[in-house]
Nanobody
Framework: QVQLVESGGGLVQAGGSLRLSCAAS????????MGWYRQAPGKQRELVAG???????NYADSVKGRFTISRDNAKNTVYLQMNSLKPEDTAVYYC????????????????WGQGTQVTVSS
């Protein structure tokens, strides 16, 4: 059906940068909102940043001014540029997308990627 494939995670020192990518492929008519979430060990999954199909963005307070979300609609891809990383940013980062598979589907399907590990060392 539809796959969300994330890439770009890894190990980085505090103050460093990483760029995450998430590409959607398969049976796609359109994609509404896309976003990045993260889940640290022992904590609930939380929204990091979201972006609408028109480019409107929103961010968690903890990442404002450091992270930037963007998307390429032609490639069905969303990005997360993460700068000035802190140890508390360490988590598994998940991509989410609201996908319509056909023109007849009014309520989009909320789909998740497999997650990519981001580790920030102090």
């Amino acid at each position: 059906q539809v796959q969300l494939v994330e890439s770009g995670g890894g190990l980085v020192q505090a103050g460093g940068s990483l760029r995450l990518s998430c590409a959607a492929s398969g049976n796609i008519f359109s994609i509404n909102a896309m976003g990045w979430y993260r889940q640290a060990p022992g904590k609930q999954r939380e929204l990091v940043a979201g972006i609408s199909s028109g480019g409107t963005t929103n961010y968690a307070d903890s990442v404002k001014g450091r992270f930037t979300i963007s998307r390429d609609n032609a490639k069905n891809t969303v990005y997360l540029q993460m700068n000035s990383l802190k140890p508390e940013d360490t988590a598994v980062y998940y991509c989410n997308a609201d996908v319509r598979h056909t023109v007849l589907q009014h309520i989009p399907s909320s789909l998740w990627g497999q997650g990519t590990q981001v580790t920030v060392s102090s």
